[in-house]
């Protein structure tokens, strides 16, 4: 006998837990859909090749490779070819998986390329709370050809704000900020080494966890050397949060005014003036977008805009969505320029995150059954399974009892269960042609005629619980 | 530059076939769902131990192992443990997962415990047209706890009716057989011996390739030696098709009454009995279920009711949807008894099928998106967001064009890209308060006010074309 064990480090759930998760897939996709998103799905591995070309470091240690047992037995036997690794390896993320399908497939695309992808991705780290080796990814980006306007960088906060609106896990606001304005500002100050520019970067994200005298000593101490009155400068520019639309664009403003000419800086804040428009026009309520200027994310890939959404009651969740413009989707397969921009919710994190903060209350949570016909009289079976038959055709989603057993005990399974209603055909239903409903959420009972519960039912189901 | 390459044996699709592909996804789902089962997903690896207990030769061999970089660089150091195996492995199926979840979590789980599961499987076949390494599949399960009524065996039938009816690619039918049966009928013949059954019954399987005159010689001959009037009973046997559900109730009695009094016979016959009836009680046309005494299925897993599905336009695809009733899911994890019934629906390979044979037509399919919203003059660009964001707030699928470009191309795009609306939105349409809407299906054309753009767009989207 042995033992079953889930492998450690992923997000196994229940079937309740599923439900709710499911949902919560289903709003992501229907959101990207609703923003004219087309879908793609992936293998889930790559040519090891293809897969490892622009890592290093880190993640190439954390890649999964995939043999087969042929493969795997070539190795032992020392007949395999001295390759630098297997063949296949499990995708680490989407974006490098986007980037070989709009090179391979360019010539069948549509650009701008509009599409969403909602997969597993995997990375071999120390399995820790919280961390996984599997989860989730819906992406969404927009890849041009040659050029894509920075209109499109609008659309992401209003993805972003659309599906937050529905998943309904309290107040949320959508950070922005924009990499040409960092650069800009950081040449300004004399910080015009992009290895320079990311070191200093690199600590100025540390500044929540260690405190700004930790800054101000680390940037002004051995390594860095930068005068104080820059670092103060730098402290005040990084706590820079904007409060409504206009106030957004009078910081702006006072950031160029204030600005020694860096064309990048200039050219940053217009973007970001153009983009913070259209996120207005796209309506988007000025409460929940905000510009904030120590935003920076992936610091060798984004090249403009950059976004990063947080839930305001939870701030310790830290970003649930984030993402930013790109200048080259494919570069390292393909010479076409495929300039981009897109978001990312890692929604197993999320799921975890919110079931530990007790906004997911999965157990509780409402079935995707919603009727059961329970079997009150095994004579009578014929008619019930009739009736569970009107229900699915009616489009309704019905478990029927098939194992029989005490009214009482299958009422008390629904209601476990999270099935809401039970329709309920005794022999004086029958001999009524009636059904007898309980809403178990409401505690409620009424009697109906039989051709008419599919109608009552979606009435019922129609209308929110509050 | 490295060549985009997908790997090969995968089933990479492109936008429009994806669209085509989720929505048979959504099909299926939405089908399993409308019969009372809960979704599970499980992780793409299991440990290798766990996932390698009942397998062995071919499945084995064909097992994918996944190894991080750490673990293959111990083996190729030489400092790995000396294990059989990597620590992981993918999933080949989504039964040995379903029997690991099952046992794992049996504490926490109702039973009978109805559940789905659409993921993909691996297998590290040699690839050839039409043989996957990666693919879908969609398996829907009932498991008891110590025992499930046959009752729940004409379940499956009527899901099957369901989903491919939904999926809408032509009349098909619903074989159904008994493992007990077919025993009975052997035992009767003399057969007892399990491996002289099963070895007679892979030369039985063989019979629509090489004929009846081969099998005739193979079973008469040195390694089975069977009499000849017994080989004749077998071919007779095995040709039993019924035509309707008297006609399948009769063809049991004769079978019964031809029964040399084997009781496995006649449990098989009087499993097949009830499970026709509920099927017909369950609402499935007779037409489209038939008992097929050919049908053996999984000779070692399958102890009783068996099914496949045929088109009956293409029988050259073989059986798109089988499965069958067992007698303990996870003997191999669990001391409990777990018998089950379930079917599986394959559907990379379906999808590939109905392909090949013209009954998918991916690239000419309605897009997820409903509606363009063209440029029409850069100068109303917060007008035209203003609308793409009304209609996506009425809940339909909207792409707006940000980049500009003729009105004729835009209007191209949308036709090539399978988009069936156009809202314009013009300086007279702004100046009127009204929407220029285009059907591009019905090469029709009409103008609504603007506050009524989305309920129109409603009910034209809520018409069938044809």
């Known amino acids: ?72 037995e070539k190795v032992r036997d020392g007949a395999a070819e001295d390759a630098a690794y297997p063949e296949l390896a499990l995708r680490f993320d989407l974006t490098v998986p986007l980037a070989r399908y709009v090179a391979e497939h360019e010539h069948q695309l549509t650009f701008p390329f509009r599409r969403y992808q909602m997969q597993r991705v995997y990375r071999g780290e120390r399995p820790q709370r919280g961390r996984f080796r599997e989860f989730y990814q819906c992406d969404v980006d927009i890849v041009g050809k040659d050029e894509l306007s920075v209109r499109h960088d609008a659309e992401c906060p209003a993805v972003i704000h659309t599906i937050f609106t529905d998943l309904a896990i309290g107040p949320f606001t959508i950070q922005i900020n924009n990499r040409k304005l960092l650069r800009g500002f950081y040449e300004d100050l004399g910080i015009v080494d992009p290895d320079r520019q990311a070191a200093v970067l690199r600590e100025v994200d540390k500044l929540d966890k260690r405190g700004e005298d930790h800054l101000r000593t680390t940037l002004t101490g051995e390594g860095f050397g930068l005068p104080a009155d820059v670092v103060e400068q730098i402290l005040a520019f990084v706590q820079v949060r904007s409060d409504g639309h206009e106030d957004a664009l009078a910081r702006l403003a006072a950031v160029e005014a204030a600005s020694g000419g860096s064309g990048a800086l200039a050219e940053g804040v217009a973007e970001l003036r153009e983009v913070l428009t259209l996120v207005r026009a796209l309506g988007v309520p000025e409460s929940d977008y905000r510009l904030n200027f120590s935003i920076a994310r992936g610091l060798d890939y984004y090249t403009g805009t950059v976004y990063e959404t947080t839930l305001d009651e939870h701030p310790q969740i830290g970003s649930i969505c984030s993402g930013g413009r790109y200048d080259n989707l494919a570069g390292q397969y393909t010479r076409s320029r495929l300039p981009g921009v897109g978001i990312s919710i890692g929604l197993s994190r999320l799921f975890w995150q919110l079931r530990e903060a007790g906004l997911v209350e999965a157990s509780a949570g409402e079935s995707t059954v919603q009727v059961l016909v329970p079997q009150v009289d095994a004579a009578l079976l014929d008619d019930q399974l009739a009736l569970a038959s009107q229900l699915r055709h009616g489009g309704i989603n019905t478990e029927a009892v098939l194992d029989g057993g005490k009214l009482g005990k299958q009422l008390r399974y629904a209601d476990r269960a999270g099935i809401r209603f039970v329709a309920i055909l005794g022999p004086q239903e029958v001999a009524d042609g009636t059904v007898t409903l309980k809403d178990l959420r409401r505690q409620d009972q009424f009697t109906v005629a039989r051709d008419e519960v599919v109608s009552a039912l979606r009435v019922e189901l129609a209308q929110p619980l509050v």
């Open 1 to 72: 006998m042995i033992t079953p064990r889930t492998p450690s480090g992923v997000l196994e759930l229940l079937p309740g837990e599923q439900v709710a998760f499911q949902r919560m897939l289903e709003a992501i996709r229907a959101g990207y859909e609703r923003f004219g998103f087309l879908p793609i799905e992936t293998p889930v591995f790559e040519r090891s090749d293809v897969l490892l070309t622009k890592t290093g470091g880190e993640t190439e240690r954390q890649v999964y490779f995939v043999q087969s047992t042929g493969a795997l």
